[in-house]
Nanobody
Framework: QVQLVESGGDLVQPGGSLRLSCVAS????????MAWYRQAPGKQREYVAR???????NVLPSVKGRFTISRDNAKNTVYLQMSSLKTEDTAVYYC??????????WGQGTQVTVSS
Protein backbone atom coordinates (compact mmCIF):
# COMPACT_ATOMS: atom_id res chain seq x y z
CA GLN A 1 0.00 0.00 0.00
CA VAL A 2 0.97 3.63 -0.47
CA GLN A 3 2.67 5.21 2.51
CA LEU A 4 4.06 8.66 3.18
CA VAL A 5 5.69 8.83 6.58
CA GLU A 6 6.78 12.22 7.87
CA SER A 7 9.28 12.75 10.65
CA GLY A 8 11.41 15.51 12.11
CA GLY A 9 8.78 17.70 13.68
CA ASP A 10 9.69 19.07 17.08
CA LEU A 11 9.43 21.95 19.50
CA VAL A 12 11.98 24.58 18.52
CA GLN A 13 12.76 28.13 19.58
CA PRO A 14 12.21 31.07 17.23
CA GLY A 15 15.20 31.38 14.94
CA GLY A 16 15.91 27.69 15.12
CA SER A 17 16.05 25.07 12.40
CA LEU A 18 14.45 21.74 11.64
CA ARG A 19 14.63 19.27 8.80
CA LEU A 20 11.49 17.34 8.01
CA SER A 21 11.65 14.07 6.13
CA CYS A 22 9.01 12.13 4.25
CA VAL A 23 9.73 8.55 3.28
CA ALA A 24 7.52 7.21 0.50
CA SER A 25 6.60 3.72 -0.58
CA UNK A 26 3.99 1.98 -2.69
CA UNK A 27 4.30 4.09 -5.84
CA UNK A 28 6.95 5.22 -8.29
CA UNK A 29 8.49 8.00 -6.27
CA UNK A 30 10.80 9.24 -9.00
CA UNK A 31 7.87 10.05 -11.29
CA UNK A 32 5.91 12.00 -8.71
CA UNK A 33 5.81 15.65 -7.91
CA MET A 34 6.29 16.02 -4.16
CA ALA A 35 5.10 18.80 -1.93
CA TRP A 36 4.81 19.97 1.63
CA TYR A 37 1.69 21.54 3.07
CA ARG A 38 0.93 22.77 6.54
CA GLN A 39 -2.13 23.36 8.65
CA ALA A 40 -2.11 25.71 11.61
CA PRO A 41 -4.80 25.53 14.30
CA GLY A 42 -8.10 26.85 12.98
CA LYS A 43 -6.71 27.34 9.48
CA GLN A 44 -7.05 25.57 6.16
CA ARG A 45 -4.26 23.40 4.86
CA GLU A 46 -1.74 25.61 3.07
CA TYR A 47 0.77 24.88 0.33
CA VAL A 48 4.37 25.39 1.43
CA ALA A 49 6.72 23.96 -1.19
CA ARG A 50 6.95 21.54 -4.07
CA UNK A 51 9.62 19.81 -6.09
CA UNK A 52 9.21 18.13 -9.46
CA UNK A 53 10.63 14.78 -10.46
CA UNK A 54 13.43 16.72 -12.16
CA UNK A 55 14.34 18.57 -8.99
CA UNK A 56 12.83 21.95 -9.83
CA UNK A 57 11.52 23.54 -6.66
CA ASN A 58 9.10 26.26 -5.66
CA VAL A 59 8.21 27.63 -2.25
CA LEU A 60 5.55 29.82 -0.75
CA PRO A 61 6.76 33.44 -0.95
CA SER A 62 6.51 33.90 2.82
CA VAL A 63 9.05 31.12 3.41
CA LYS A 64 11.36 31.85 0.49
CA GLY A 65 14.93 32.14 1.70
CA ARG A 66 14.13 30.21 4.87
CA PHE A 67 12.74 26.89 3.64
CA THR A 68 14.29 24.58 1.07
CA ILE A 69 12.68 21.50 -0.42
CA SER A 70 14.82 18.69 -1.80
CA ARG A 71 14.50 15.04 -2.72
CA ASP A 72 16.61 11.92 -2.80
CA ASN A 73 15.10 9.48 -5.26
CA ALA A 74 17.47 6.71 -4.18
CA LYS A 75 15.97 6.92 -0.71
CA ASN A 76 12.40 7.66 -1.80
CA THR A 77 12.56 10.67 0.47
CA VAL A 78 11.61 14.32 0.25
CA TYR A 79 12.95 16.85 2.74
CA LEU A 80 11.98 20.26 3.98
CA GLN A 81 14.87 22.16 5.52
CA MET A 82 13.49 24.97 7.65
CA SER A 83 15.64 27.76 9.06
CA SER A 84 14.98 31.02 10.89
CA LEU A 85 11.75 29.56 12.16
CA LYS A 86 9.03 31.88 13.35
CA THR A 87 6.10 31.30 15.66
CA GLU A 88 3.89 31.71 12.59
CA ASP A 89 5.41 28.53 11.17
CA THR A 90 3.76 26.46 13.89
CA ALA A 91 1.58 23.86 12.20
CA VAL A 92 1.19 20.23 11.33
CA TYR A 93 3.29 19.66 8.23
CA TYR A 94 2.05 17.15 5.67
CA CYS A 95 3.85 15.41 2.85
CA UNK A 96 1.98 15.19 -0.45
CA UNK A 97 2.64 13.17 -3.59
CA UNK A 98 0.98 13.85 -6.93
CA UNK A 99 1.43 11.14 -9.54
CA UNK A 100 -1.24 12.40 -11.94
CA UNK A 101 -3.89 15.09 -12.10
CA UNK A 102 -6.30 12.70 -10.40
CA UNK A 103 -4.02 10.74 -8.08
CA UNK A 104 -2.47 12.12 -4.93
CA UNK A 105 -1.41 10.78 -1.56
CA TRP A 106 -1.01 12.31 1.88
CA GLY A 107 1.00 11.47 4.94
CA GLN A 108 -0.25 11.66 8.50
CA GLY A 109 1.65 14.83 9.33
CA THR A 110 4.33 15.88 11.78
CA GLN A 111 3.94 18.63 14.35
CA VAL A 112 6.23 21.64 14.23
CA THR A 113 5.93 23.99 17.17
CA VAL A 114 7.95 27.20 17.27
CA SER A 115 7.84 28.74 20.71
CA SER A 116 10.11 30.39 23.23
Amino acid sequence: QVQLVESGGDLVQPGGSLRLSCVASGFIFSSASMAWYRQAPGKQREYVARITSGGVSNVLPSVKGRFTISRDNAKNTVYLQMSSLKTEDTAVYYCNAIVSYATSFWGQGTQVTVSS
